[in-house]
């Protein structure tokens, strides 16, 4: 973004993500909080209250004289006008200043009929791309409809963008550095119990203050009745998605299974009709971050499952559902068997989301490799227990690496019945895909691994603390 300013041409970047994960406030720190122009679009307004409240940025920020708009063709006429008045300049290089224009939450401003994108298009390709001295940014929570609509547009502005950023979540190492820098002492067990809950979202993190235990502000901020996050999961789908119901309809459907859910499970069990539109929420929900899909390998025929992914959204259904249960409730949680579990299952997702670091642990990270999740249902025939590995990486070395997530408070002690199961695991594995690489068992925990008689089982051992690399 700051090297926009300093290109010959105009340059037109968009940036888009997940609600709360800080595209605002990056685009406002790469420039300065300093725009020539920036307007932000309001949510669920009608074409002529946004017409209105532009028409009003626009006399605020300089030009006096700004008539009513009555639609969006008016509106990018004023603001070339408003730019074209602008004080002219050149930087070190001989090139013409560039003006920032700034607009936020575009997906807000294209209401129904109201000919917002063609209109865009129109200010771009025929007046904006044409000058030397224009960073156009654009930005929005709508992810699906930045996805559609600007960064795989097959319109007027296909291939029209010079650059694109795709804001995702932090990992835990640089949620380490934001809890650092906000005076927050936190061991890094605790931060990641507060990374199950929130994920990377940079939002959730800044609510986080000082004094206070993980617990206690779990409680303030989430069951508490007036706690900033006490409505959040409806704020989120709500934010996103202009019928929100069919997409937590899903994700309500993907809460229930760990594993995930291929397309027809999903079909039949959610009543969905099999059309474009699924696959349209599957991929808006797949762009914003909330479910991943994955191959199963080992199948010829395409497999695809989807896999709830976003920690707030799998705690909302662990402990929140839509019953309110008290802001002391999260503290009376800790250490029941209900609260074991989700740790259980809450550190296998923060494991899928730090494959790199995991690569990196295991010396891999310069070797090809594909992330996969690989489960056998049981079979009676062949008096074969079901398989489920949550996260298999496939290297092009000859290697097939099984990982093995497990939280615990104390290093984990691999027993002789879990020594069996992890050769269980590699034995079906080989024999039901065939594979002729070698296979090796990794264990990924909280805090390492005792080394007794069966710890030479794993070929590689990987501790929390590896996690946070970055």
Not at 423 to 428: D, E, F, I, L, P
Request: aromatic share 12%.
């Amino acid at each position: 973004m700051q090297n926009a300013l300093s290109e010959e041409y105009s340059q037109f970047i968009a940036v888009y993500g997940r609600r709360r994960v800080g595209k605002t406030f990056l685009i406002r720190e790469a420039y300065g909080y300093k725009f020539d122009f920036q307007f932000t679009g309001a949510a669920k307004l009608t074409a002529r209250k946004q017409l209105v409240r532009f028409r009003r940025a626009l006399k605020e920020q300089g030009q006096k004289d700004t008539p009513e708009l009555t639609n969006w063709g008016d509106a990018f006429s004023e603001l070339k006008r408003f730019i074209i008045n602008l004080p002219e300049g050149t930087d070190s290089a001989g090139f013409p200043t560039k003006k920032v224009v700034f607009l936020d939450e575009l997906p807000w401003m294209d209401a129904p009929r109201s000919g917002f994108l063609s209109e865009l298009e129109a200010f771009w390709n025929g007046w904006a791309s044409a000058r030397k001295d224009i960073v156009f940014v654009v930005c929005g929570s709508s992810t699906s409809w930045m996805v559609k609509k600007i960064i795989k547009n097959k319109g007027g502005l296909h291939n029209r963008l010079n650059h694109r950023i795709s804001l995702k979540p932090f990992s835990l190492g640089l949620c380490e550095k934001l809890a650092q820098s906000r005076g927050l002492v936190l061991n890094r067990k605790q931060m990641l119990e507060a990374y199950m809950i929130f994920g990377g979202v940079p939002y959730y993190w800044s609510l986080l203050q000082k004094g206070a235990s993980i617990t206690q502000e779990i409680d303030r901020l989430i069951f508490s009745p007036d706690g900033e996050l006490h409505d959040e999961f409806e704020m989120l789908y709500a934010s996103l998605f202009k019928k929100p119901e069919p997409y937590v309809k899903v994700i309500e459907l993907l809460a229930k299974k760990k594993m995930g859910m291929t397309r027809m499970e999903l079909l039949e069990t959610g009543g969905f009709n099999d059309n474009g539109s699924f696959s349209d929420i599957l991929n808006d929900l797949e762009w914003c971050g909330f479910i991943r899909s994955y191959s199963m390998m080992g199948y010829r025929t395409r497999s695809e499952i989807f896999q709830l992914i976003d920690h707030y959204t799998l705690f909302y259904y662990e402990f929140i559902g839509g019953s309110r249960q008290g802001s002391n409730y999260w503290k009376s949680m800790h250490g029941t068997p209900k609260y074991n579990t989700w740790c259980g299952l809450a550190f296998e997702r923060t494991c899928l989301w730090h494959a790199d670091q995991i690569k990196k642990k295991l010396g891999i990270s310069g070797i090809l490799t594909n992330e996969y999740a690989w489960r056998c249902l049981p079979d009676e025939k062949e008096d074969r227990r079901g398989v489920q590995i949550d996260l298999l990486i496939d290297r092009s070395d000859g290697i097939i690496d099984l990982c093995e997530m497990k939280y615990s408070k104390e290093p984990y002690s691999i027993t002789s019945d879990y020594a069996d199961e992890l050769a269980r695991k590699r034995s079906v594995f080989q024999s039901v895909t065939g594979t002729k690489s070698a296979v090796h068992s990794i264990m990924i925990t909280t805090d390492g691994l005792v080394q007794n008689e069966h710890w030479g089982e794993v070929q590689a051992e990987i501790q929390l603390t590896d996690l946070y690399e970055l």
